[in-house]
């Protein structure tokens, strides 16, 4: 790469920018925007999460400190706080919304071979929510309880590389189970679930789409065993039956057959009840996937903890969402340039490398280089795959 470039601008070269100006386009993001552009907005909030800015002060501040070098950033606007207020507000998030999914279709192109913890030929997602506490009288429009107000951050993520493959923005309000009206199944996929998206309809609607499902089974769900196979007890299985719903409605909703799995947790003490629509995989596989769920929990933990989506630079949903798909894009961005270069070091270690570089005029690779070399890595090993060494 060219040493005359600063780390974030070798960073920004690997984003698609002709794609970027056709979503720009698609929303007339620029249409009477002279000054400052959506790429401006764009890479000035990259900047912020790179750098874990706190405020639109912190960003306006820390730029023009380093004004001499806007330009081959790919800054040409003037930043200033109120400048970026405006643009957060006014620039529509479905520009961002639509790149950070281009960025997440190329992740995933780039960590399509990528092995995880089993062996499975199929595509295996893991579906979950997490909420982000607002304050109603802040956020009035981010509807969740009474005297609170919230955001759901609704992900499907793909366990091969661990890079989502869908994600909504709602209010607190929307119950999980309706999102699974806004997945395209892809046949012959795995679709991993807690209890909370236990709907019978929508569950069916899944197996009519030729795809697979493991959820957990609620305890008052009444049933008729047609079948039992034989397991061994050694491996934690307690039981592997063929059954149908013996309640009228659930009957109803899902008139097929389905495949029971009883397993006993030995670490937690505790027995967890599986429902799957898929009759072929042994049934110490099925149990297996569903712990590979707990993947998305640690993907929720990790944004939360390493990207700006906690704490927001503007109080309208358009703000809110615009800087949840850019940091979205940045995590994804990162996982790309990770790939493409075959950088060995973790996600945080990256990341943290980026936040006190990002100024210099150091060839990027050399930076990570450097730090192999000295053999800095502080990341813990309960992480994701894509941040494993």
């Given at each position: 790469m060219n040493t005359?470039?600063?780390?974030?601008?070798?960073?920004?070269?690997?984003?698609?920018?002709?794609?970027f100006k056709k979503c720009v386009a698609k929303y007339k993001g620029d249409y009477r925007s002279r000054r400052f552009s959506c790429l401006d907005q764009f890479l000035c909030m990259a900047f912020a999460q790179l750098t874990q800015r706190d405020s639109l002060r912190n960003i306006e501040v820390c730029l023009r400190t380093q004004k001499n070098k806007l330009y081959h950033m790919g800054i040409r606007g003037p930043v200033s706080k109120s400048t970026l207020a405006d643009a957060n507000d006014r620039h529509n998030w479905r520009i961002f919304s639509?790149?950070?999914?281009?960025?997440?279709?190329?992740?995933?192109?780039?960590?399509?071979?990528?092995?995880?913890?089993?062996?499975?030929?199929?595509?295996?997602?893991?579906?979950?929510?997490?909420?982000?506490?607002?304050?109603?009288?802040?956020?009035?429009w981010a509807k969740f309880r009474k005297t609170k107000g919230a955001i759901k951050l609704h992900t499907l993520l793909d366990l091969r590389g661990n890079i989502p493959s869908f994600i909504q923005i709602?209010?607190?309000k929307v119950h999980d189970v309706n999102i699974l009206d806004h997945i395209i199944f892809e046949a012959g996929s795995f679709y991993i679930m807690d209890r909370g998206y236990l709907d019978f309809e929508r569950l069916f609607y899944i197996t009519k789409q030729s795809a697979f499902f493991v959820t957990r089974s609620k305890s008052n769900t009444k049933f008729q065993r047609l079948h039992s196979f034989v397991v061994d007890k050694t491996t934690g299985l307690r039981c592997d039956q063929i059954i149908t719903f013996s309640d009228f409605y659930a009957k109803k909703d899902y008139p097929d057959k389905l495949r029971r799995?009883?397993?006993?947790?030995?670490?937690?003490?505790?027995?967890?009840?599986?429902?799957?629509?898929?009759?072929?995989?042994?049934?110490?596989?099925?149990?297996?996937?569903?712990?590979?769920?707990w993947q998305v929990e640690l993907f929720f933990k990790w944004i939360k903890q390493h990207l700006h989506i906690k704490?927001?630079?503007?109080?309208?949903?358009?703000?809110?969402?615009?800087?949840?798909?850019?940091?979205?894009?940045?995590?994804?961005?990162?996982?790309?340039?990770?790939?493409?270069?075959?950088?060995e070091q973790t996600l945080y270690t990256i990341l943290q490398i980026i936040s006190i570089s990002i100024f210099e005029k150091t060839p990027v690779l050399q930076a990570f280089a450097d730090d192999q070399q000295n053999n800095f890595n502080n990341e813990s090993y309960n992480q994701l795959n894509l941040f494993n060494c």
């Open positions: 005359g470039q600063t780390v974030f601008a070798q960073i920004m070269q690997h984003l698609p920018m002709h794609e639509d790149f950070a999914n281009i960025l997440i279709a190329t992740a995933r192109d780039l960590y399509h071979d990528d092995n995880f913890a089993v062996e499975l030929a199929n595509t295996a997602y893991a579906l979950d929510s997490s909420t982000i506490d607002l304050c109603l009288s802040m956020f009035p709602t209010t607190g799995i009883k397993f006993f947790d030995a670490v937690n003490q505790k027995s967890l009840v599986f429902l799957t629509n898929n009759f072929s995989l042994p049934a110490l596989t099925i149990a297996q996937l569903y712990k590979q769920r704490a927001f630079y503007g109080t309208s949903e358009n703000a809110v969402k615009s800087q949840v798909w850019i940091a979205i894009s940045v995590y994804v961005l990162v996982a790309i340039m990770k790939k493409q270069l075959k950088i």
